[in-house]
């Protein structure tokens, strides 16, 4: 099985509305963490927000806030008040254990002006 | 955070020549990660590099075709050897982000992005 699922390979949103980015997960662990990542055209991959399996509040950080539902082993990105700088490959992703570390699909998201 | 600087950022290489990529972090760091993202692919680890150790590869990575060095704690690098072009890739070198208050996620350069003809 998949350990990260993004069911979205391409997602439309229009500048200045929300945007959620579908993300599951597979694990046994009781213990894990969760991430989402940025990708540009450049290439970089950039940190954007984590969510432990712990924790019980959903993360947030600036316009991104992660939709963290435990028994649905899902972990959705929401992006608030998207801006033209949002188009981007996004990737959702698991660590297990210390180091261990497991990247979806990925979806590209296109602002629309 | 950890700052780390990849070079070359892009290349354009030939059928059957070797590329080395550099990596190097702005603090002293345990393991480094080497990824591959194939066009229009998600991430693959290809190895862990430890320092004073021999790099730890996944499964379908061979030491032979991707030899990696870690002379310290604070540098690696990479050599794509005898190119095909189904190495097309970016390569991105991370790390951990370590310390009081981390949350563990892995902090990535900039990525090497190679074109092999």
């Known amino acids: 099985a998949q350990k990260i699922t993004q069911t979205q390979p391409g997602m439309f949103v229009q500048e200045k509305e929300a945007v959620t980015l579908d993300c599951t997960y597979d694990?046994?662990?009781?213990?894990?963490?969760l991430f989402w990542y940025k990708q540009p055209s450049s290439g970089e991959m950039i940190f954007l927000i984590y969510q432990g399996s712990y924790d019980e509040q959903n993360a947030t950080e600036g316009r991104y806030s992660l939709n963290f539902q435990k028994a649905r082993k899902s972990a959705n990105l929401v992006i608030s008040a998207s801006q033209l700088g949002d188009s981007a490959m996004y990737f959702c992703a698991m660590r297990e254990g210390f180091n261990k570390f497991y990247f979806g699909s990925g979806t590209k998201l296109n602002v629309k002006p | 955070s950890a700052v780390i600087s990849q070079k070359p950022s892009r290349d354009i290489c030939q059928r059957g020549t070797s590329l080395t990529i550099q990596c190097q972090v702005d603090s002293q760091v345990t393991m480094m990660f080497w990824y591959r993202q194939q066009p229009g692919q998600s991430l693959t680890l290809i190895a862990t590099a430890n320092q004073g150790s021999e790099a730890t590869y996944e499964s379908g990575f061979v030491i032979d075709k991707f030899p990696i060095s870690r002379p310290n704690l604070t540098f690696s690098t990479l050599t794509v050897s005898n190119m095909s072009p189904e190495d097309s890739s970016i390569y991105l070198c991370?790390?951990?982000?370590?310390?009081?208050?981390?949350?563990?996620?892995?902090?990535f350069g900039e990525g090497s992005r190679l074109t092999v003809l």
């Open positions: 991370s790390v951990l982000r370590q310390g009081e208050g981390n949350t563990g996620e892995l902090f």
């Open positions: 694990t046994s662990d009781q213990s894990y963490g």
